[in-house]
């Protein structure tokens, strides 16, 4: 395999001509409830009988849904700019009154949305618009023009949609006061219903089984809904515990107890599932209970890889799962000696932190190949990742496996390299990889792989009718490689499962749709890359040494994946590409390393 440099010139990305900010103009000026003037720029106006299409952002999906709806809302409405000022296939964000609103011209009609994702707040005008939506920068996530719906992930919420109108010349935008400027919009859910006998049940409290029994509760079920976790917390964002390890559960918890019974979500905490009786439909739990279900969606994820060396078991060796653990990795490694053994996104996301801000006295990593990031990101793009690393003094002792763990008092002071070198170290994380948590499943009839992984079909539903299967543990069609089995351990993936399996329980026949998008962010520099497959061949536009690139990686002539450092929208763009069914080229990559940034 080769890596190819391509030493066009910068690419300056013109995105949609700029922004242009500050231009609510004022249509009139209206009392509010308390008797406020709304400073001239926003008007308020209180219509009869349009509340439910306006909360809702003009879609269907809400409308059955057992949550009252008033019927008397307050509306507000703003004049935001010229129709000629916006570009032609472009959008623009401007100011209204409590934030701002994105406008849109797509195929000759004009939108208006949030302008910011629901995920982590990523200016959208910066994004990719294709086909009735538009794709975050940051992490993939996409809008509908239409809705304002969530149509992608990861991310849990919707954004507003505003009604358009042009007078004279002027877009005015249109929303509830509710949703007028807010950054994302809550999409109500189903309460129980005591005469609905229909029972789910969701095994797994991480992205897809959090974002399942809300889209099951969104789409209107009404049965008895419950999600078992082993974990002691609600849904937490777990991509942060390995890049910011100080925060405790309370700081990246997804959604609040009163949110879960707002919907009449039953959630045990701190429980397993120990065995599933698919012929009766019964979970049989950890606390001795069982429960009946007519569905049941496992999503129970990974475990981390432990090593067996002589000493693992020694105080002080860490594995990063929950936020207890990142929370102990920090206190224990300050001002201490600690070795990093993994080279993969959990190990170098925890080696970053731990350098950062002189927390632990000294970082070494230890690694089984040349680089960190060679299997996933190719050698080019790791070392100049290892010197980023390095030059925020961080060692690093690659191609070498680890023999042995040596203590004082039972704690872990030494670890032993099969190139008979020792590196000192008080505390060890170990970053080595995950499993599949399945073991549960091994004496049910739901049928496993090799690996432990569960084969699903494009519905996410396994051999065993009723019983369906997603995130982490599952090996599911990835349809960009003609329906190949595949098992993907993203953050995004997850959230994408949890929806599609929720809409497939309710028997809407949806197949699993989503194009692998994941990040990572070193020393507050976010990589990301989109794609999926194995590759023979990395072309490489930009400028890798100083970090600003797009690494196009081939199979053949195909571009199967791309990571990109410092040029956004790149990946957006090319997730766009690839879930219209269409690929980059070699040629076209050789002629203009930096067309990703173009499409």
């Known amino acids: 395999m080769t890596t190819a440099f391509l030493t066009r010139a910068s690419l300056t990305v013109a995105l949609a001509a700029g922004v242009r900010r500050g231009c609510g103009t004022t249509i009139s000026r209206h009392i509010c409830k308390k008797g406020h003037h709304l400073g001239g720029r926003?008007?308020?106006?209180?219509?009869?009988?349009?509340?439910?299409?306006?909360?809702?952002?003009?879609g269907?999906?809400?409308?059955?849904?057992?949550?009252?709806?008033?019927?008397?809302?307050?509306?507000?409405?703003?004049?935001?700019?010229?129709?000629?000022?916006?570009?032609?296939?472009?959008?623009?964000?401007?100011?209204?009154?409590?934030?701002?609103?994105?406008?849109?011209?797509?195929?000759?009609t004009l939108s208006a949305i949030g302008s910011k994702c629901s995920h982590y707040g990523a200016p959208l005008e910066k994004g990719a618009l294709c086909e009735g939506r538009v794709r975050c920068p940051w992490h993939g996530a996409c809008f509908s023009l239409a809705t304002g719906d969530i149509e992608d992930f990861p991310g849990l919420d919707s954004i507003p949609k505003y009604d358009v109108e042009v007078v004279d010349g002027s877009v005015k935008v249109r929303a509830s006061q509710e949703h007028f400027g807010a950054a994302k919009r809550v999409k109500p859910l189903a309460k129980r219903d005591e005469n609905n006998n229909t029972s789910f049940v969701v095994i797994g409290g991480g992205a897809a089984g959090a974002t399942c029994v809300e889209r099951l509760r969104q789409e209107g079920f009404t049965g008895r809904l419950v999600m078992v976790t082993r974990e002691n917390?609600?849904?937490?964002?777990?991509?942060?515990?390995?890049?910011?390890?100080?925060?405790?559960?309370?700081?990246?918890?997804?959604?609040?107890?009163?949110?879960?019974?707002?919907?009449?979500?039953e959630i045990k905490l701190g429980v397993t599932a120990e065995g599933l009786d698919t012929e009766n439909k019964v979970v049989k739990l950890s606390n001795g209970e069982e429960l009946n279900y007519d569905k049941v969606f496992i999503a129970t994820g990974g475990k981390p890889r432990q090593l067996s060396n002589p000493g693992a078991d020694l105080k002080g060796i860490f594995v990063v799962r929950t936020p207890e653990d990142a929370n102990e990795v920090a206190a224990a490694a300050a001002g201490k000696r600690v070795a990093i053994i993994g080279t993969s996104f959990i190990g170098m996301e925890a080696a970053a932190y731990l350098s950062s801000e002189d927390r632990a006295a000294s970082v070494t990593v230890v690694g089984n190949t040349k680089v960190p990031f060679e299997r996933s990101l190719g050698q080019s793009v790791g070392e100049r990742i290892q010197k980023l690393f390095e030059e925020n003094g961080v060692k690093f002792v690659n191609e070498v496996n680890v023999t042995e763990f040596r203590g004082e008092d039972g704690e872990v002071k030494e670890v032993v390299l099969d190139n008979d070198e020792t590196i000192p170290a008080d505390v060890v994380v170990v970053g080595v990889g995950v499993v599949p948590e399945t073991q549960f499943l091994s004496t049910s009839s739901v049928r496993l792989d090799e690996r432990g992984y569960v084969p699903v079909n494009e519905h996410l539903e396994t051999n065993i009718a009723d019983v369906y299967c997603g995130g982490d543990i599952a090996s599911f069609p990835l349809f960009l490689h003609d329906g190949e089995k595949v098992a993907i351990g993203h953050w995004q993936v997850a959230h994408g499962h949890g929806s599609t399996a929720a809409l497939n329980m309710l028997g809407k026949a949806i197949p699993v749709k989503s194009v692998p998008f994941f990040w990572t962010v070193l020393y507050g520099k976010s990589l990301r890359y989109t794609g999926h497959g194995m590759?023979?061949?990395?072309?490489?536009?930009?400028?890798?040494?100083?970090?600003?690139?797009?690494?196009?990686?081939?199979?053949?002539?195909?571009?199967?994946?791309?990571?990109?450092?410092?040029?956004?929208?790149?990946?957006?763009?090319?997730?766009?590409?690839?879930?219209n069914g269409e690929f980059l080229t070699r040629e076209k990559v050789i002629e203009d390393g930096e067309v990703a940034c173009k499409l």
């Open 60 to 108: 269907e999906e809400d409308s059955n849904l057992n949550s009252p709806r008033e019927s008397l809302d307050d509306m507000m409405e703003a004049v935001v700019c010229r129709e000629d000022e916006l570009p032609e296939e472009g959008m623009k964000s401007f100011d209204v009154e409590g934030g701002q609103v994105l406008v849109v011209r797509h195929k000759g």
């Open 42 to 58: 926003t008007t308020v106006t209180r219509t009869m009988g349009v509340g439910a299409s306006c909360r809702s952002g003009g």
């Open 233 to 265: 917390h609600l849904p937490y964002d777990r991509p942060k515990l390995s890049k910011a390890m100080h925060l405790t559960p309370d700081n990246i918890t997804l959604r609040s107890d009163q949110f879960y019974e707002s919907g009449d979500i």
């Open 535 to 579: 590759y023979d061949d990395i072309l490489i536009g930009g400028d890798l040494e100083n970090l600003a690139f797009i690494a196009y990686y081939c199979k053949g002539d195909r571009v199967v994946a791309l990571a990109s450092l410092g040029k956004d929208p790149a990946a957006a763009k090319y997730a766009e590409m690839l879930n």
